[in-house]
């Protein structure tokens, strides 16, 4: 049986309800995935995020591969086992940290060249082998090794750019052999719609289990943003998984599920945290203002977590300017479960078919405190 099945359960203009079965459990979309990239979702046990609704979890190919080895984690029983995380876990193929990690590294149509980032010692990834890292990991959903089409990028550099893409697409699939795990490919062509539209119909003629779009979040203006994901979701499968990767804000996720995604991560929740930065139902909050100093409050009091249920706004000020590591904990804690909280609203809107409503309310109730 294949990997993962889908179904879509509810549309609602474009935004959908869904549900994806894997081989660790059964996920509702539209679902955002903790980011978790050294084999932890940083600050929080499984059992805390299996206490606030995460279902899914990201973990990296490049850096599991780099420390501790992918061949100890296989060894070792696979990434469930080494991180007692029993539920699915989605791999990125290392494409993007490759790129944003190393300034010295060099992409030919072999794979990429590059120096580790802990003690410069020379690697080559192929698509080839991030497909064998990820099988060594033993994830549930695999992603294709890509080029993230830098930004800006003239239209002849993210076509080539594109292209490789595509024939590293083709490598994956080829190489790629388990069959308890998933593979997705990733739409990239920058910001042109031309070359979406071929990055799209290409991927989907080599056929996929789900689909990505990438080269997004990576500096462009929203408009951009916005217009790349309305050329290319109408293009993928309806009867199977949207993953737009890297976003984003609580704005950009109502915005990508309005226009007909369904899966996400973002790292904002978990390192805004460790900042000192909270997300609420109104807007921001920055703990370390001195207007919370005696402020005996929860950081939001529409959110039902057990940080707003136990801990004030002056406390977790205090800890964070103590710089003690539970402020990480209980920031990192409140985030993730206002994100997953926010998106099982966002299900329950499209499940009344009352998105439109909630999308327009939502953004009204919204400014920086
Ligand atoms: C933040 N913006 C952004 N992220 C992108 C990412 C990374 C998504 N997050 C992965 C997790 C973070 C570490 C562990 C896994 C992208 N990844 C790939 N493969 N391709 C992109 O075009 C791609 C594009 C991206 N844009
Ligand atoms: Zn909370």
Known sequence: MAAIQFRLLKQDGAARLGSLTTPHGLIETPIFMPVGTQATVKAMTPEELDAIGARIILA??????????HELIRRLGGLHRFMHWDRPILTDSGGFQVFSLNELRKITEEGVRFQSHLDGSYH???????????????????????????????HDYARRSMELTTRWARRCKDAHSRGDQALFG?????????????????????????????????????EHMYGVME?????????????VMGIGTPEDLVEAVWRGFDMFDCVMPTRNARNGMLFTSFGRLNIKGAAYAEDQGPVDPACGCYVCRNYSRAYLRHLYRSGEILASRLNTYHNLAYYLDLMAQIRAAIAEGKFDSFRREFHGRRETQ
């Open 60 to 69: 990296n190919t490049y850096h599991l591969y780099i420390r501790p080895g």
């Open 124 to 154: 080559t990834i192929r698509p080839e082998d991030a497909v064998a890292i990820q099988e060594a990991l033993g994830s549930d959903i695999a992603m294709c090794f890509d080029e993230c089409t830098p930004y800006p990028a003239t």
């Open 231 to 243: 050329w290319t979701a109408p293009l993928l499968p309806a009867d199977q998984p949207r993953y």
């Open 186 to 222: 990733i739409v990239q062509g920058g910001m042109y719609r031309d070359l979406r539209e071929r990055s799209a119909a290409e991927l989907v003629e080599i056929g996929f289990d789900g689909y990505a779009v990438g080269g997004l979040s990576v500096g462009e203006e929203k």
